[in-house]
């Protein structure tokens, strides 16, 4: 009887672990494509990530390089002070978007030019993302709201 109780323990403990190891590797497996790693231009311009890496990519917009093609296509450059990257994409840019603008883009960096899928400015004239504002913070161009 009691070798029968400590089995019993045994098989409940095996099967907990078990459930434990196939669950975590589901949720590996789910997010495996929902995890994003932020570059500024710099760290892409140094190390430049392979053409199928999903990353984010954030900036300003450099003042003269917004160019609108026919359709939705859109060519900007985004900048952190100390290196460039130029950026397509097609679709509907936010209503805040515009040159000198904080931005994230989130896409692939294919042939020298990141391919943007998807794009976030701003809400507002004082908001800047914490991962840009680190990022021109690291390059000495970063101003805080009402300094000149």
């Not at 323990?9 to 590797?25: C, E, K, Y």
């Not at 609108?68 to 840019?93: C, I, M, N």
Request: charged share 25%.
């Amino acid at each position: 009887m009691k070798n029968l109780k400590k089995q019993r323990r045994i098989q409940i403990i095996a099967l907990a672990a078990m459930a434990l190891v196939v669950s975590t590797a589901l949720i590996g497996y789910a997010m495996r494509d929902g995890i994003n790693f932020f570059r500024s231009p710099s760290q892409v311009m140094a190390e430049p990530p392979v053409a199928s890496e999903m990353f984010r990519l954030g900036g300003l917009v450099e003042e003269g390089s917004l160019v609108r093609d026919q359709g939705e296509v859109v060519h900007f450059v985004v900048t952190d002070g100390g290196a460039s990257v130029p950026v397509r994409y097609k679709g509907v840019l936010p209503d805040l978007f515009g040159e000198n603008q904080g931005m994230i883009g989130t896409g692939r960096y294919v042939n020298g030019v990141f391919e943007a899928s998807e794009i976030l400015a701003k809400h507002d004239e004082t908001y800047m993302p914490k991962e840009v504002m680190d990022a021109l913070k690291e390059q000495g161009v970063y101003k805080a709201p009402g300094e000149s």
